[in-house]
């Protein structure tokens, strides 16, 4: 069973950037997906970013598009979300998560069936 580990998390002033990381133990197959997603108060648990590790293929939320960059470095098991420009929105709990499955939808939570414990991002002056 593949367990996730995201770090990175903290408080950032709007303008600024985190790069968050997630840290898979176990191997990664070349059908998996990651992603991340995350979860202001009283929301529900939004897409991010998702790449697939075969190919590094990427999908954006429309929301963080152009702001964000999802990547992977498949020689540590490890998936980053570098996130410039923040803005108040931003903040949330962020979590990683793993698709064993290439195809069905990438951006559906409930599709993923491995979490981490998720990170805390907070945007403030």
């Known amino acids: 069973q593949v367990q996730l580990v995201e770090s990175g998390g903290g408080l950032v002033q709007p303008g600024g950037s985190l790069r968050l990381s997630c840290a898979a133990s176990?191997?990664?197959?070349?059908?998996?997906?990651m992603g991340w997603f995350r979860q202001a108060p009283g929301k529900e648990r939004e897409f991010v970013a998702a790449?697939?590790?075969?190919?590094?293929?990427?999908y954006y939320a429309d929301s963080v598009k152009g702001r964000v960059t999802i990547s992977r470095d498949s020689g540590k098991n490890t998936v980053y979300l570098q996130m410039n420009s923040l803005k108040p929105e931003d903040t949330a709990v962020y979590y990683c998560a793993l698709k064993l499955w290439p195809n069905g939808r990438y951006y559906a939570a409930n599709e993923y069936n491995v979490w981490g414990q998720g990170t805390q991002v907070t945007v403030s002056s």
């Open positions: 176990g191997s990664i197959s070349s059908r998996n997906v």
């Open positions: 790449i697939s590790w075969s190919g590094g293929s990427t």
